[in-house]
C-alpha cells in the first residue's frame, strides 16, 4: 500500500476544505489517484505459479507519474536522460523562484495571464543578478519550464 496514498486518505477530508477550491481538476485527479494506489479501488490480480501453484493477490497500481511507488522509474529514466544533455564542464545552477502567498491564488486562478509575467520578472532578476560584475559579471544562458493546465 503506497504510504502517500495512506496520508491522502487519512487526512483528505481536512486537506480539501483547506485548499479544496484551489485545487485545480489536474491536481484533484492525481490526488484520487494516489488514494486509490494499491487498495482495492483499482482492483487486484492473483499471480499462481505454473510450477508449484502458490499464489499471491496484489492490488493494482495507480500508474500516476506523480505517485512515488509508480513514477518513480520513469522519473529516474528521464532524470538519466536529461543528464546526457548536459554539456560537458560546464557548471549548472538551479534556482528556484517562490512565489508569496498573496500572489498565488491570483496565479492559480490566472495562471496564462500571470505566468507570463512572473517568468519575465524571474528572467530579469536572474540577468541583472548575473550581468553585476559585484555577483558574476556575466551572460547567463536561462531555461525556464511551466506546464500549461489541461484545458
Given at each position: 500500500?503506497?504510504?502517500?496514498?495512506?496520508?491522502?486518505?487519512?487526512?483528505?477530508?481536512?486537506?480539501?476544505?483547506?485548499?479544496?477550491?484551489?485545487?485545480?481538476?489536474?491536481?484533484?485527479?492525481?490526488?484520487?489517484?494516489?488514494?486509490?494506489?494499491?487498495?482495492?479501488?483499482?482492483?487486484?490480480?492473483?499471480?499462481?505459479?505454473?510450477?508449484?501453484?502458490?499464489?499471491?493477490?496484489?492490488?493494482?497500481?495507480?500508474?500516476?507519474?506523480?505517485?512515488?511507488?509508480?513514477?518513480y522509474?520513469?522519473?529516474?529514466?528521464?532524470?538519466?536522460?536529461?543528464?546526457?544533455?548536459?554539456?560537458p564542464?560546464?557548471?549548472?545552477?538551479l534556482?528556484?523562484?517562490?512565489?508569496?502567498?498573496?500572489?498565488?491564488n491570483?496565479?492559480?486562478?490566472?495562471p496564462?495571464?500571470?505566468?507570463?509575467?512572473?517568468?519575465?520578472?524571474?528572467?530579469?532578476s536572474?540577468?541583472?543578478?548575473?550581468?553585476?560584475p559585484r555577483?558574476?559579471?556575466?551572460?547567463?544562458?536561462?531555461?525556464a519550464?511551466?506546464?500549461?493546465?489541461?484545458?
Open positions: 500500500m503506497s504510504r502517500i496514498g495512506a496520508i491522502f486518505r487519512a487526512h483528505d477530508e481536512a486537506y480539501c476544505r483547506s485548499s479544496g477550491s484551489h485545487l485545480s481538476a489536474d491536481q484533484r485527479r492525481v490526488l484520487r489517484a494516489l488514494e486509490a494506489c494499491h487498495t482495492p479501488a483499482l482492483g487486484g490480480v492473483r499471480w499462481q505459479c505454473s510450477r508449484c501453484g502458490g499464489a499471491v493477490f496484489t492490488y493494482r497500481s495507480c500508474g500516476n507519474r506523480h505517485c512515488p511507488a509508480c513514477g522509474a520513469d522519473a529516474m529514466l528521464w532524470l538519466a536522460r536529461q543528464k546526457r544533455l548536459l554539456l564542464g560546464v557548471t549548472y545552477h534556482t528556484t523562484f517562490t512565489v508569496p502567498n498573496a500572489l498565488r491570483p496565479i492559480r486562478n490566472h496564462r495571464e500571470l505566468f507570463p509575467i512572473l517568468f519575465d520578472a524571474a528572467a530579469s536572474l540577468l541583472a543578478l548575473c550581468r553585476d555577483h558574476l559579471g556575466a551572460l547567463p544562458a536561462l531555461t519550464v511551466r506546464r500549461e493546465a489541461a484545458a
